[in-house]
């Protein structure tokens, strides 16, 4: 295949998740490098969506054209935001669990007592699945994303989509709706939770048919 792809995690996570991890090999199998941003840098504490956009926008500027884009959860997010912004830098899209309202009132981060406090005091502690404990994060992390409306971005580019059916963090009726109103996404409904482990076989067999890729020889 020619261009690059890249593979953006989710929130509190990294691209040395199992997902991550299990692509990359894969990939690698086919001769391919999955580039992996670190959306935790320089800190998570100071994490928002448009930081996210604007490191994503220079990777790609920085990487073979055009781009393929693979994302988890929050990292869907930013692949469809990405789509809609950055037009024909943008090849496909593959999308799992995206979460295309997370920019709404209600966020699943948070109850609306704690979304108060996480207002009121600045920052609030949140458990990091890369880091193994609670790392700070700062209100603005709320306020950017507001600022985005990735559930009614338009793009063009083909996209598939992966949703687990028994997903407790990302609606899955939402991710439906999202996929059905699109004539370039094509939904796949898992027998699966939010991360989608036991599913990452049937996963990458999608994702190799997509991109057609060959073994690497």
Known sequence: MHGSVFYLHGFASSAKSTKGSYLSERFADHGVTLRCPDFNEPDFTTLTITRMLQQLERE??????????????????????????????????????????????????????????????????????????????????????FRYNPFGAEFTQPAIVFQGSHDASVEPRTVEAFSSARPNVTLTLLDDDHQMISSLPRIWEGISAFLDLRPNA
């Open 60 to 145: 790609i500027a920085d990487a073979p054209a055009p781009a393929t884009l693979i994302g988890s959860s929050l990292g869907g997010t930013l692949a469809v935001l990405a789509a809609a912004m950055f037009g024909a830098r943008i090849d496909r899209l593959v999308l799992l669990a995206p979460a295309v309202l997370f920019a709404k009132e209600g966020h699943h981060l948070l109850p609306p007592e704690r979304i108060a406090d996480w207002r009121r005091l600045g920052q609030l502690p949140f458990f990091h699945y890369a880091y193994r404990d609670e790392r700070m994060l700062n209100f603005e992390f709320y306020e950017d994303s």
